[in-house]
């Protein structure tokens, strides 16, 4: 059988670049459960204190933190669309001023939403003085779907996504880069039911399966054109003379080439 080389080229480097893709997504997936098993051990560790000191955020996520200070209300933020067992509201995100002079933002927990009135906010209490909260170190306190940047526009209460950074240089305030998610209950009538961390290793999984069910298609299919390939040209050989155009104009060519030679 004669080999078509560029095609089988061309099979041979699909089945090399899905396979390789796949095995890149299974690493992927490997990292993601690498994480994971940190972040429990992390939110299982003792709290870290949080000072004024600056913490770098890849030092400090996913840790379980203490930090003591006042709460800030006048500095509350609302993030809009945090639903809970399919009821619409807020997670209320306030900076907590802490003992020795520095800022954290603090996930303090989610808030129903008005019925009646969208942008009203149902009552909640604030710890009055200085207070002592536990929770886990979080990049953001969270992030909902948006379309631009309109909906988290600075110097608004009510708010869809917020930026540490951003909500700093807005306010002034030095804060840590990180938010606490609150853990600890004080009384404030908030729900502190967080959903778990996920890293998506699943998809990996499917992603990595996916790749590698190509890989098996091509050569699949590669084989099959190649068996067919070998049928045809074996009829081709096996027809007796003068009933196979295709063999005699092949011969023909083949004269005429090497006389030519």
């Not at 001023?97 to 909640?124: Q, S």
């Not at 908030?190 to 990595?208: K, Q």
């Amino acid at each position: 059988m004669k080999i078509r080389w560029l095609p089988a080229l061309l099979i041979l480097i699909v089945v090399a670049v899905t396979v390789r893709l796949g095995f890149w997504q299974r690493d992927r997936a490997h990292q993601k459960e690498a994480l994971e098993a940190r972040i429990t051990q992390f939110e299982n560790a003792p709290a870290v204190a949080v000072s004024a000191a600056p913490v770098a955020l890849k030092d400090i996520e996913f840790h379980r933190v203490r930090a003591t200070g006042q709460f800030m209300p006048e500095q509350v933020v609302y993030l809009d669309n945090r639903p809970y067992n399919d009821q619409a509201g807020f997670y209320v995100v306030m900076p907590l001023k802490l003992r020795d002079g520095g800022y954290v933002l603090v996930n303090r927990g989610w808030l129903p939403r008005n019925a009646d009135v969208r942008t009203a906010i149902e009552h909640y209490d604030t710890p009055k003085g200085e207070v002592e909260i536990e929770g886990i170190a979080r990049a953001d306190a969270s992030k909902a779907f948006e379309l631009g940047e309109g909906g988290s526009a600075p110097h608004q209460k009510i708010r869809q996504n917020l930026d540490v950074q951003a909500y700093a240089a807005e306010t002034g305030l030095p804060l840590q880069p990180f938010v606490i998610q609150q853990l600890s209950d004080d009384g404030d009538k908030l729900v502190r039911d967080w959903p778990a961390p996920t890293t998506g290793v699943e998809r990996n999984y499917g992603y990595m399966f996916q790749w590698w069910g190509m890989a098996a298609a091509a050569l699949g299919f590669g084989l099959y054109a190649a068996r067919r390939a070998a049928k045809k040209d074996q009829r081709v050989l096996d027809a007796p003379p003068g009933q196979n155009p295709e063999h005699e104009q092949k011969q023909k060519q083949e004269r005429e080439s090497t006389r030519g030679i």
